[in-house]
């Protein structure tokens, strides 16, 4: 009885034979190698679902959106596959993109689709050692074991559910344009990103701050935390504050040419780069003598996850103590930003201790041991952007809410006034999808 591996590789080899029997010889080699590492990326459901000859067809619409590819381009082809045309069919649209391989393709255009609303039913991605000629014409498809020694390239499949309204397909092709743009910019500008905030760090410690100086320390410490691969850079621009003499707002200035990663000037709309007109309240949150700001930012990422992005600003202070200007660093906060101990977290671990002495609970006592359990499981968000004092009744609050299996909810209003956030606790026995939908509701309506 032959194994599942069996029966895939006896696939391959059967679309393998039909290669050589139907193409010109000078391709052969090249197909064969596009196919066996295609559908040695494929799930083995997939392979019964296609006989062998709807199988070569589906790898000849592969190599005719790939074969051809200027360097640095994105081939993107959107198409829905029948045997008059393609050699095979499918009842959902089928999406073809090959760029250079580079991290958060796969989750980013996963979440672009996701957001237009489609399903993804069949996604394949096997990276590629392609090489090509100068002009772009595939030279040789490298075998798995090759693939250190030449340029990778990420060819990728999704079928998602059917498409034929010809003005969405390029609605499609456009928002994944910008997606793959958007991405390749991140991870070109990284390092970039990354050793800027290294030089906002090392100017900030060598200056004398209005601040004191365990708050400098602690702040400082987070920042050299979050370099230490706990924050996925995504944008950075530098801005100067400057007082409108008239009035005595303030108003953010954008320094030209500061921007990196998606924020880079020559791709952001000139609307982007127009000076940002603070109100009176948001003029005196700018001029606080604090270093760090932790927000969220009104705009969502379209790279690696589809959330709100993470703003991380560094205030700048002239000699006399007062804000000339900000550094805002866009991004997300990596998985283990959100699962490290919180104790080990530069920032909050002064918050748990604050809030531990306002509360007044014994070291090692059972109320200890709970409270720690409610700070590890509180919103890690929360928990960087709001300060003790808006925590303690959250805190106090969670800590009666579980000794006494109350219902209990919590809201909590960003200083910027953009976003609210609300816990809602409720007792085991009494939570299920209908009360969750309820609530989901009522906060909406």
């Known amino acids: 009885m032959q194994s599942r591996l069996d029966k895939k590789h006896a696939a391959i080899q059967a679309v393998c ?18 196919a066996k590492q295609y559908f040695d990326e494929s799930m083995f459901q997939t392979l019964l679902q296609l006989n062998s000859a709807a199988l070569y067809g589906s790898i000849i619409s592969l190599w005719d959106h790939i074969h051809q590819r200027s360097n640095g381009a994105c081939n993107i082809e959107i198409y829905n596959p029948n045997h008059a045309e393609y050699l095979w069919q499918s009842s959902y649209t089928v999406i073809d993109i090959v760029c250079d391989d580079i991290p958060f393709l796969i989750s980013s255009i996963t979440n672009a689709l996701t957001q237009l609303e489609y399903k993804i039913h069949l996604n394949t991605h096997p990276v590629m050692a392609i090489e090509r000629h100068p002009e772009g014409h595939i030279k040789q498809i490298h075998t798995f074991d090759d693939r250190n020694q030449h340029d990778l390239e990420s060819v990728m499949r999704f079928e998602i559910d059917h498409e034929s309204n010809s003005d969405k397909m390029q ?9 793959i743009r958007d991405v390749d910019l991140v991870v070109k500008d990284w390092h970039p990103m990354r050793s800027q905030l290294l030089k906002v760090i090392n100017y900030a410690s060598d200056q ?3 601040i004191s100086n365990d708050e400098k320390d602690e702040c400082l410490a987070f920042l050299r935390w979050l370099v230490n691969n706990h924050f996925t850079f995504i944008g950075y621009r530098a801005y100067n504050l400057v007082e409108n003499r008239t009035n005595g707002l303030y108003q953010l200035n954008a320094i030209k040419e500061s921007g990196l990663g998606s924020l880079q000037d020559q791709h952001c709309s000139p609307a982007s780069l127009a000076p940002i007109k603070l109100n009176a309240y948001q003029s005196e949150l700018a001029c606080q003598q604090q270093l760090l700001v932790l927000t969220k930012s009104s705009k969502r990422s379209t790279v690696h996850r589809l959330v709100n992005m993470d703003y991380l600003g560094i205030k700048r202070f002239n000699a006399a103590g007062q804000v000339v200007g900000e550094d805002r660093f866009y991004g997300l906060y990596s998985s ?30 059972h109320k200890s041991k709970a409270l720690q359990h409610v700070f590890n499981n509180f919103p890690r968000d929360e928990m960087l952007q709001a300060n003790v004092e808006e925590l303690l009744p959250m805190i106090q609050g969670i800590l009666e809410t579980q000794e006494r299996h109350q219902l209990r909810l919590f809201v909590h209003i960003d200083k910027y006034g953009r976003f609210t956030t609300v816990l809602a606790y409720i007792p085991r026995e009494r939570f299920n999808t209908q009360l969750r939908m309820r609530i989901q509701h009522i906060l909406l309506r």
């Open 336 to 365: 283990t930003a959100y699962t490290t101990n919180i104790n080990q977290v530069p920032l909050l671990r002064h918050k748990v201790e604050a809030l531990i002495e306002r509360m007044k609970v014994l070291p090692n006592s």
């Open 208 to 210: 004398q701050l209005p």
């Open 17 to 34: 034979g039909l290669i050589a029997k139907h193409q010109p010889a000078a391709r052969v080699n090249n197909m064969q190698q596009l």
């Open 171 to 179: 609605a499609i092709a456009t928002t994944l344009r910008g997606v």
